[in-house]
């Protein structure tokens, strides 16, 4: 059974800089796409990066911000986010989906962790 657990978010200010982690567990972690999602209030769920073998892609809004990154050899996914602003205010995400290709694909994404929240005040 596939599970993911988030960890490390928080609030902080605006300019500041937080790493999010991804602990998969139950599947073989290396064949895997995984992303990064994320879902401010009021608004739908939008894609924010995602990691095929080294390949990775990333939303408009946060290229040259964020970092997505992953370690096979602890089944952990990252996203270093830096220069942070209220817009990327909320809910933040992990996924994951069976098969190293069309990484950038939203609907292939099927396992979905808890969520770790990011609240970036002014």
């Known amino acids: 059974q596939v599970q993911l657990v988030e960890s490390g978010g928080g609030s902080l200010q605006t300019g500041g800089s937080l790493r999010l982690s991804c602990a998969g567990s139950?599947?073989?972690?290396?064949?895997?796409?995984m992303g990064w999602f994320r879902r401010a209030p009021g608004k739908e769920r939008e894609g924010v990066a995602s990691?095929?073998?080294?390949?990775?892609d990333y939303a408009d809004s946060v290229k040259g911000r964020f970092t997505i990154s992953r370690d096979n050899a602890k089944n952990t996914l990252y996203l270093q986010m830096n220069s942070l602003k209220p817009d990327d205010t909320a809910m933040y995400y992990c996924?994951?989906?069976?098969?190293?290709?069309?990484?950038?694909?939203?609907?292939?994404?099927?396992?979905w962790g808890q969520g770790s929240q990011v609240t970036v005040s002014s």
């Open positions: 996924a994951a989906a069976r098969g190293l290709y069309d990484c950038n694909l939203d609907t292939r994404y099927i396992h």
């Open positions: 139950g599947y073989t972690f290396s064949i895997y796409c």
């Open positions: 990691i095929a073998s080294l390949s990775t």
